[in-house]
Structure formats: C-alpha cells, structure tokens
C-alpha cells in the first residue's frame, strides 16, 4: 500500500469500490474525493476536540506530503525566485495549520487555515504557470492540482468543523 491516501488495491483512478458509505450505504463506486468527503467529514467532528498534537490533522499531513513532493519536483531548477516562491508557499500550508492550531481557539485557528487553504490554492496557480514555462509536463500539472485540490478540501473541511465548534 502507497504511503499516501492508503492507495493501494483497492483503489483505482475511477474510483473506491466496496466502501462502506454514508448511514451504511453500501457504495459500489465512489470517487476518491467524495471517499475523503465522507471520511474527513467523520473525522473531523468525531475526534476535532480531541486532537492535541498539529501532526495528528490529517490536512497537515497532506500538506506536508505535497511540500515535499513540490520541493523534490523543483529542487534542480535553475530559476531560483520561481523555486523559491513555489516552496514557500508548499510551506506555508503546514505552518499555517501548526501555527494557527497552537493559538488554542477556534477563531485563531479558522484565521489560519484561511491561510493555508489560499497558500494551497497559490501552489495550484504555480503549476499552472510552471506548465506554461515547461517546467511542468501535462501528467506532472495534472497530479500537482490533484494533490492540491486535495488538500484545499481537507483545510476547507477543517475549517467548517473549526467554526461550527464553540470556543
């Protein structure tokens, strides 16, 4: 099994087959987006006053799986403040959620997820233009605003579950 989204068998480009689905639906096929939907959507409200540790919110790890992958993607490139912009705002993803998590409230924390999902949506415009350059080729702009959308769902998901908490 992949170390990311637990692609493995079970998982396909058209969808998951055999999830169990919302109210015990069972789903023949379902996207993979639609499967975090309803996974993140269980998540977050079941376990949101019990996470004690940034590392634990699943947006942070997605975030910090996509800096990585950005930051190998670009790390040859010669054009030093393209390179630099595109890290930085892969960086900003996770600082954003540790940063506005160790605020300890929800209006501090909403605040900076904020952030991070405009630094997600930042990435996905720079691969836009990393295409248009050449430095992106059409599977590798088609994976990054994959991965990106991703994790602009899981922040934007956090987000609402933050603002509907008290405090």
Same mark, same amino acid.
């Given at each position: ?42 998540? %977050?409200?079941? *376990?949101?006053?019990?996470? &004690?540790? /940034? ?8 975030? +910090?799986? $996509? ?23 892969? %960086?900003?993803? *996770?600082?954003?959620?540790? &940063?506005? /998590? ?8 909403? +605040?900076? $997820? ?54």
């Amino acid at each position: 099994m992949d170390r990311k989204w637990g692609r493995g068998n079970s998982a396909s480009s058209e969808g998951i087959k055999g999830v169990e689905g919302v109210e015990g639906q069972n789903v023949e096929k379902v996207s993979k987006l639609q499967f975090f939907y309803y996974v993140y959507n269980d998540l %977050i409200f079941k *376990t949101m006053g019990n996470i &004690e540790r /940034f590392e634990d919110i699943i947006a942070w790890q997605a975030g +910090r799986i $996509l800096g990585v992958e950005l930051y190998r993607e670009f790390e040859h490139l010669k054009d030093f403040d393209f390179r630099s912009q595109m890290r930085k705002a892969a %960086i900003s993803i *996770t600082n954003n959620i540790s &940063e506005g /998590f160790a605020y300890g409230r929800s209006k501090d924390f909403s +605040r900076f $997820l904020r952030y991070a999902y405009g630094s997600a949506n930042e990435v996905k415009s720079m691969c836009y233009l990393a295409f248009d350059i050449g430095y992106l080729n059409e599977n590798k702009l088609n994976y990054f605003k994959s991965e990106c959308d991703r994790v602009s769902f899981l922040i934007r998901r956090l987000r609402e579950g933050v603002e509907r908490k008290p405090g």
